[in-house]
């Protein structure tokens, strides 16, 4: 069975430009999750979908930071315009429905901003 | 709020010891109990889980009880080997999402 898959799995970029990270979720799970991973903060969820639809962006840090679900299928997570503190692992999972599910991780995306 | 705390790591043991890795969590509700490994890497991954009060979640030979009374859900290995090298998070359900702890670096000596 495929997985949550990401990409790209890294990406180095410099300051102020456009990132977008993509997920494909585990086909038939309704519920889509974007985290991020730093050694300072640990594990941070950003935002969360059910149904292509999302219901918490309170994590989100800044206007910079947006998400899209556009189909069942896909989901991005779009940084414009990246700073070097945006540098981080940000991993997407997905689960058949929110709560008591576990979470399936995709292997992440190592983002570097210079 | 709902929260899940976890020994800090790191935690260095010789292959073949036993391991204790401890978790306890808000007791908001009737929450579900995870553990999930994360390898280097790679993304977190479901090692283990608990649903109700005494459950024992199990796998790869790791054990944890879901204690109601003192609010605990501890991961435990009677023999640890050096491929059981990880970051170890508890977490618990709320609503449509997991609260995870801060991780547990677990480091094995061969």
Same mark, same amino acid.
């Given at each position: ?60 840090? +800044?206007d910079?930071? %947006? &998400?899209?679900?556009?189909? #069942?299928?896909?989901? $991005?997570?779009k940084i /414009? *315009?990246s +700073?070097?503190r945006? %540098? &981080?692992v940000?991993?997407c #999972?997905s689960?058949? $429905?929110?709560?008591? /599910? *576990? ?7 190592r983002l570097?901003?210079? | 709020?709902?929260s ?44 283990l ?29 009677g ?6 090298s ?15 702890g801060?991780g547990?670096r ?5």
């Amino acid at each position: 069975d495929a997985g949550v898959i990401q990409s790209p799995r890294h990406e180095v970029t410099e300051m102020g430009q456009e990132v977008t990270l993509r997920c494909k979720p585990i086909s038939g799970h309704n519920s889509l999750f974007w985290y991020r991973q730093t050694m300072m903060r640990g594990l941070e969820l950003l935002i969360y979908f059910n149904n292509n639809v999302p219901i918490d962006d309170s994590g989100m840090p +800044e206007d910079r930071f %947006s &998400a899209k679900m556009p189909n #069942a299928s896909f989901s $991005t997570l779009k940084i /414009q *315009p990246s +700073e070097p503190r945006d %540098s &981080a692992v940000y991993f997407c #999972a997905s689960s058949p $429905t929110g709560g008591r /599910q *576990p979470q399936h991780f995709g292997d992440g995306t190592r983002l570097s901003i210079l | 709020g709902d929260s899940v705390t976890q020994m800090e790591g790191p935690v260095t043991l010789s292959e073949e010891a036993f391991l204790t890795i401890n978790c306890t969590y808000t007791a908001t509700g009737y929450p579900s109990l995870f553990w999930y490994v994360q390898y280097p890497g790679e993304g977190l991954q479901l090692l283990l889980k608990a649903t109700k009060a005494d459950d024992k979640g199990s796998n790869k030979g790791f054990e944890a009880t879901y204690r109601k009374e003192t609010t605990s859900f501890h991961l435990e290995k009677g023999s640890v080997q050096v491929s059981d090298s990880a970051v170890y998070f508890c977490a618990r359900d709320r609503d449509d999402k997991i609260i995870f702890g801060k991780g547990t670096r677990l480091h094995i000596l061969p």
